[in-house]
């Protein structure tokens, strides 16, 4: 169980959760970062007496200070202020819970300076993959998946060997839009999209759920957390969110790891590892959960699942033009300036004009993701 930690992105879904579990276990809290939700960080810091806080930029940063004691609290901004975040003197383990590639400088730096990551950020695995786990094995240090899905994955493997698995099985809630054919979703809104029927997410990772490509970007994480060849991941669509994922093993017996859509449990899990602690958590009824279903999904429908699956076989830099593609794409989708179906006619238009590095260093996925922006802005006109 880690004592002292650093929360990137606290303000958001997986920060203000995080926060509920070190107040339950009373772990320090000693470093945070923030976008621009003044109020919310401030109570943060009021309770959690941090000693440094970052904001998204020097504007922010400065109002924010002057709104607590920064006699106790150093706030800081930008990159340099997620650094410090990062690998702030004391912390064992950093929760990376920025979105999208935002995430991946800091949590490279915080493994650079020896913390353990309870990684709440896909894309930074979807991005740079190979250089991260790299890192991570090169230190010796654990990194602990706090999506409920991987979580779910990492305890299905406790105690079982790799080599021994047949197959990983991603369930997927199947988002709002669950057997709606590709014609029925041209018409969908964005107030439509942000209905999710399970789960509390932010803005993005909701529409990211809608189009399955936040199951797209989770199955490219899953093969570097777990080191299993792409088509050995599969997906099945559960409505009920009781099964949070399976792995199959080559004997053909199957484990699953069930529990109520709750995400703190995963969070608990990555922070009190190796340790099952009670949390206060509502149990499993199955009675009460009655039946549960599995589907297949619908990849011309959701052909933002097709192509996380296209970006992960080419491999390379290829992934990296896929999330920039869709975080752009998202974000006109939630600006109103583009339709839902049009989120993956833009992806799959910068997928095609991508030029591959084979194996990207950190100066390449950065150019890559930038080029791939440019072009996503460019067809999106």
């Known amino acids: 169980m880690y004592t002292d930690i650093s929360i990137l992105g606290s303000t958001g879904s997986i920060g203000t959760q995080t926060l509920e579990v070190c107040r339950r ?4 809290v000693v470093a945070l970062s923030a976008n621009t939700s003044l109020d919310v960080l401030r109570e943060q810091v009021n309770e959690f007496a941090p000693k440094i806080v970052a904001l998204s930029d020097k504007k ?53 300076a020896d913390k353990h990551i309870a990684l709440a950020n896909k894309e930074v695995l979807v991005t740079a993959g190979a250089l991260i786990m790299g890192e991570i094995e090169k230190r010796g240090l654990s990194l602990l998946p706090v999506d409920s899905e991987h979580s779910a994955i ?22 709002p839009f669950r057997g709606m054919s590709a014609e029925a979703l041209e018409s969908v809104t964005l107030e439509d999209a942000l209905n999710h029927p399970k ?26 957390l777990f080191g299993v060849k792409p088509e050995k991941i599969e997906v099945v669509i559960h409505p009920q969110s009781i099964v949070h ?14 529990g109520i859509p709750d995400m703190k449990l995963p969070i608990q899990f990555a922070l009190t590892y190796p340790n099952r602690l009670s949390g206060g958590l509502e149990p499993l009824d199955l009675v009460k959960a009655g039946k549960l279903e599995f589907f297949e999904p619908d990849l011309r429908a959701f052909r933002c699942l097709k192509l996380a699956y296209d970006a992960l076989k080419i491999g390379g830099s290829m ?24 989120i993956s006619d833009i992806i799959e238009r910068v997928m095609s004009r991508h030029e591959v590095f084979k194996k990207p260093s950190l100066e390449e996925i950065l150019y890559a993701d930038f080029d791939a922006r440019k072009t996503a802005v460019e067809v999106a006109k």
């Open 60 to 112: 922010h940063a400065e109002k924010f200070a002057g709104m607590i004691d920064t006699s106790k609290t150093k706030v800081l901004w930008g990159l340099d202020g997620l650094k410090e975040v990062a690998t702030a003197d004391g912390v064992q383990c950093v929760v990376s819970a920025i979105v999208g590639i935002a995430g991946l400088i800091p949590t490279l730096e915080a493994i650079k």
């Open 25 to 28: 276990f009373g772990i320090r």
């Open 245 to 258: 994922s399976l792995v199959e093993y080559k004997d053909s017996s199957v484990m699953a790891q069930l």
């Open 319 to 342: 992934p990296v033009a896929l999330n920039a593609a869709n975080e752009v794409a998202v974000g006109l989708f939630l600006e109103k300036k583009i339709s839902f179906m049009e």
């Open 154 to 175: 990492f305890q299905c493997l406790m105690g079982n060997k790799v080599k021994e698995v047949e197959k990983i099985i991603l369930t997927c809630s199947g988002g």
């Open 199 to 224: 789960w509390k997410m932010g803005s993005k990772i909701t529409i990211d759920s809608a189009t399955l490509m936040n199951k797209g970007l989770e199955v490219i994480e899953a093969r570097w």
